[in-house]
């Protein structure tokens, strides 16, 4: 069955790093664009960044391009999203999400993701 399973998440200081890793299985990876999600207590969930099947697209919310980076490797399944300079607005439960597509269309929209893993915590103090 199709499986998503994310791990790397923790607890930093502000102005840290962590890397967040997503493991796919049960469907043909490189056919689809991946996503990062998260949603902090009392908000909606928000895409973080999208990257195309082929890595050749990428997009990222306004308020982590610069600081994050998100990465793919079709021969392993699996999605990297590299953080650095931590913020405590960063903190929240990052989900990754398989789009329905090859590409990040309305990358923003859950709607457009047929799988998501469990979510794995990330919490940053100031």
């Known amino acids: 069955q199709v499986q998503l399973v994310e791990s790397g998440g923790g607890s930093v200081q502000a102005g840290g790093s962590l890397i967040l890793s997503c493991t796919a299985s049960g469907f043909q990876f490189d056919d689809h664009a991946m996503a990062w999600f998260r949603q902090a207590p009392g908000k909606d969930r928000e895409g973080v960044a999208c990257?195309?099947?082929?890595?050749?697209?990428?997009f990222y919310l306004d308020a982590v391009r610069g600081r994050f980076t998100v990465s793919r490797d079709n021969s392993k399944n699996t999605m990297l999203l590299q953080m650095r300079r931590l913020k405590s607005d960063d903190s929240a439960m990052y989900y990754c999400?398989?789009?329905?597509?090859?590409?990040?269309?309305?990358?923003?929209?859950?709607?457009?993701?047929?799988?998501w893993g469990q979510g794995t915590q990330v919490t940053v103090s100031s």
């Open positions: 999400a398989t789009h329905k597509t090859s590409y990040c269309v309305d990358w923003g929209r859950p709607s457009e993701y047929f799988s």
């Open positions: 990257i195309n099947y082929r890595s050749a697209t990428i």
